[in-house]
Each structure stands twice: as structure tokens, then as C-alpha cells.
């Protein structure tokens, strides 16, 4: 997979040098570009904003260096990856979701826009969106100073489903929020040796050895961290996936059905 990336602070990207995007990199899996988006500047200050129009607080990017950095990336493309998918990250865009991670994750070529200040002049967004697939993404609802911490959180997020990337093949379906077999509950606590740490042991039925019995005491486990901690995942999820021993852990938990969708909810307060 090729990534590049268009940024006024490249030297923020550096961890993608690290780690497992690194090591990703380095085993040929994909190709990262990071550019200076004031390498299209043309004047003494190379200036990348200006006062926006209409009024109002802040700067906006103008959009003569990115139609040309964009223009320079695109031509720059090996036929074989045919255009890129340009992935914009502002706190106004659809939300980043492991859903949207997989469907990236097939793509041969991404290319990243981070903007600093109070974003890109639109125009850009609409010149490019007459030519590729733009994609206006946030990583949650805060506003960070600019677009290049989402691209690590992105990047990291699409390089690990890239296949020879992690170690385990597996690893990855029981994520918490992968399509599939754990889906749409969180995952509950991990263990490993030693047996005992500062009086703490390890819950018995991890030491059992019943495989039966350990994937039913991690799903208990993930409704209940799930409860906890995103009930608006249970309240959601399509109660004909949850089997008999769901549905008893669920009612242990204070859960109930609706009377009339048949999904689960819990009385108000709790
Ligand atoms: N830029 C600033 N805040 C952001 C967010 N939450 N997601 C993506 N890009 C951003």
C-alpha cells in the first residue's frame, strides 16, 4: 500500500518511522511519502493561510500550495495503483470507525491532507472530489490543533490490518469493534504469568484449560465491560446474534428487552 502525506509539520509524521508502521515500511509492506506542503510555496514567508472570507476568528489554508502539492502526488502515481482515495481529516468530517479502517485497508494508495488552523479552503475539497474518492474523516469529537495527530491514529488503525503486518494472523478478528466474532461488544481484561502478582491471582477458570468455558467466561466479561463502559453498543446490536447464554448475561446485568423492537435496554438511571 502507498501512503503519502501532505503536511506544513512533516517532522510530526516521524512516528511513522516507529514501531509497527515502521516495520511495515521497512518490510517493503508500504510505501510512506511525507511531503512539506511549503515545498509549493512561492513567496520569501512561504505562506500556506490567509484571513478568511466573510470574517470571523482564525486563518484558513489557501488553496494554490495544495492544488499544487496534490497535482505533484497525483502525477507521481505508478499506473498500477490507478488514483488514491485522499482522506481528509477535520473534526466536521464522518467519524473514523474500524469499519472504515478495513475498507481503506484494501486500498493501494491513500493520501493524507492534514490541516492546520481552521482548515482548507473548500474548494480544494471540491476540486479533488470531482477526480477521486475524498474522504472527510474525524477521529472523535474533540478539535485537536490540526490534522496530522488523526493520521497517525488512521494510519496505525489500516497498517495493522494489512496482511504480514501483525505477528498473529488472528489477532485482530476478536478486536473490540471488528466485524465478526466478538462484534460490537468490547473486550474484557487480559491476563498473563506470573500466577500471582502482589497477592493478585489470575480468575480459575483462565487456568482450567476448557476452551468451552474460557470463550464463555471473555464474552460475560465483554457484556460486562461493555455495560460499563458503552451501553449504547447493547442497545444497539441485533438481538438475534445473541445466543441463550447472551441473552441470561445480559439479564444478570440489569438488561432487558424491549417489548415492542425486541432490542435491550436498561431502565433509565442505571
Ligand atoms: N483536526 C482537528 N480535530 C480533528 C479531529 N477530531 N479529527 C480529525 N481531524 C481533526
Given amino acids: 500500500m502507498r501512503l503519502d502525506v501532505v ?10 518511522n516507529v514501531s509497527l508502521v515502521g516495520k511495515a515500511r521497512s518490510r517493503g509492506v508500504l510505501d510512506v511519502r511525507v511531503h512539506d506542503l511549503r515545498d509549493w510555496t512561492h513567496d520569501r514567508h512561504h505562506t500556506v493561510d490567509d484571513t478568511p472570507y466573510g470574517g470571523g476568528p482564525g486563518m484558513v489554508m489557501k ?29 466536521s468530517g464522518r467519524p473514523f470507525t474500524q469499519e472504515l479502517a478495513v475498507e481503506l485497508s484494501g486500498e493501494p494508495w491513500l ?33 485537536l490543533a490540526g490534522g496530522e495527530a488523526p493520521v497517525l491514529v488512521m494510519v496505525e488503525a489500516i497498517a495493522r490490518l494489512l496482511p504480514g503486518v ?13 466485524p465478526g466474532a466478538m462484534a460490537d461488544l ?61 441473552r441470561a448475561a445480559l439479564e444478570e446485568l440489569g438488561w432487558h428487552r424491549d417489548a415492542e423492537d425486541g432490542h435491550w435496554q436498561r431502565p433509565a438511571g442505571e
Avoid at 72 to 87: C, M, N, W, Y
Avoid at 202 to 209: A, D, N, Y
Fill in 111 to 143: 493520501v493524507f491532507t492534514p490541516a492546520r488552523y481552521e482548515g482548507i479552503d473548500r474548494r480544494v475539497i471540491e476540486e479533488y472530489g470531482e477526480r477521486l474518492d475524498v474522504r472527510e474523516v474525524s477521529i472523535g469529537d474533540y478539535v
Fill in 7 to 16: 503536511s506544513i509539520f512533516p517532522e510530526y509524521l516521524e512516528p511513522l
Fill in 63 to 91: 488553496p494554490e500550495p495544495w492544488g499544487e502539492a496534490l497535482d505533484h502526488v497525483l502525477a507521481s502515481g505508478e499506473p498500477a495503483h490507478g488514483r488514491p482515495v485522499l482522506v481528509v481529516p477535520t473534526p
Fill in 186 to 246: 468490547l473486550e474484557g481484561p487480559v491476563y498473563t504469568k506470573p500466577p500471582e502478582w502482589r497477592g493478585r491471582g489470575i480468575p480459575e477458570v483462565l487456568l482450567s484449560g476448557h476452551h468451552g468455558r474460557i470463550a464463555r467466561w471473555r464474552r460475560d466479561q465483554a457484556f460486562a465491560r461493555t455495560t460499563d463502559h458503552r451501553p449504547d453498543l447493547i442497545e444497539r446490536c441485533d438481538p438475534d446474534t445473541l445466543d441463550k447464554h447472551d
Fill in 166 to 178: 501483525l505477528g498473529n494472523a488472528a489477532s485482530h478478528q476478536d478486536d473490540s469493534f471488528a
